[in-house]
């Protein structure tokens, strides 16, 4: 091999490597950047954001493959149950960093995803997030995963975060963790897909610093680079 080749080789194979994914993540979900960050899509067939303004104000950037991963589970959960609503809420900045008020989604592979909710009536709606819930993060339900007339859809939110670990592992990305609140973790392993859930979903064990009770938080475990490289890339 002569050595122009010898150089430029592994030059252009890694570049193939980063525009495989088109992102980059740099340092840890507490501590990190982005580089090309994509948004999530701003509505899905079955599914829609917590706020076109969290939206505007590109609030729901992600790694590209925790992109991919998303939009295939939320399609897959569409096959499997075609009547359910979701809804997805905050994941972070273009380029990452600091992300108030959340602790982490500093990296692009973070996803908090509103909780999934049927009425009295059985029927999949979706949550009614405003200006003054906080878009939806400031709603409580109780144990029983209730609030007033509406009631987390368990069946549901286990189908989709079943999805979300087939997604990953088709891309070799495994879910490092799933925040939400404990009490209802258990009504979750009580559904169709609790015992796959139980014995696979890495859900945190420590009580978490707010509650999680209308949101799930999932982080995927993509291979970041070290944050201290972050300064050599542009943007
Ligand atoms: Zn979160």
Not at 24 to 28: A, L, R
Not at 125 to 138: C, D, I, R
């Given at each position: 091999m002569n050595r122009i080749l010898r150089v430029a080789l592994p030059l252009a194979l890694t570049l193939a490597t980063a525009s495989a994914s088109g992102s980059?993540?740099?340092?840890?979900p507490a501590r990190g950047r982005l580089h090309g960050g994509v948004p999530l899509p701003a509505q899905g067939q079955n599914y829609v954001p917590y706020s076109t303004l969290g939206v505007t104000l590109g609030r729901t950037y992600v790694h590209q493959t925790a992109r991919d991963i998303v939009v295939e589970a939320y399609e897959a959960t569409r096959v499997s149950m075609p009547e359910k609503r979701f809804m997805y809420g905050e994941t972070g900045l273009a380029t990452g960093g600091p992300f108030k008020p959340h602790r982490t989604h500093q990296s692009g592979v973070s996803v908090d995803f509103m909780v999934p909710v049927i009425d009295r009536a059985h029927k999949s709606?979706?949550?009614?997030?405003?200006?003054?819930?906080?878009?939806?993060?400031?709603l409580e339900f109780d144990a029983?995963?209730?609030?007033d007339d509406l009631r987390i859809d368990f069946e549901a939110m286990a189908e989709h975060l079943y999805q979300l670990a087939g997604a990953a592992k088709k891309r070799q990305v495994k879910i490092r963790t799933v925040i939400f609140q404990k009490e209802l973790t258990e009504l979750l392993f009580q559904t169709k897909r609790g015992n796959a859930l139980r014995a696979s979903m890495p859900f945190m064990k420590a009580t978490p610093w707010i509650k999680?009770?209308?949101?799930?938080?999932?982080?995927?475990?993509?291979?970041?680079?070290?944050?201290?490289?972050?300064?050599?890339?542009?943007?």
């Open positions: 980059t993540c740099y340092g840890t709606v979706l949550l009614p997030t405003s200006m003054q819930n906080k878009f939806g993060y400031a029983s995963g209730s609030l999680h009770d209308e949101h799930y938080h999932v982080e995927f475990s993509l291979p970041c680079r070290p944050l201290g490289e972050h300064g050599t890339a542009s943007n």
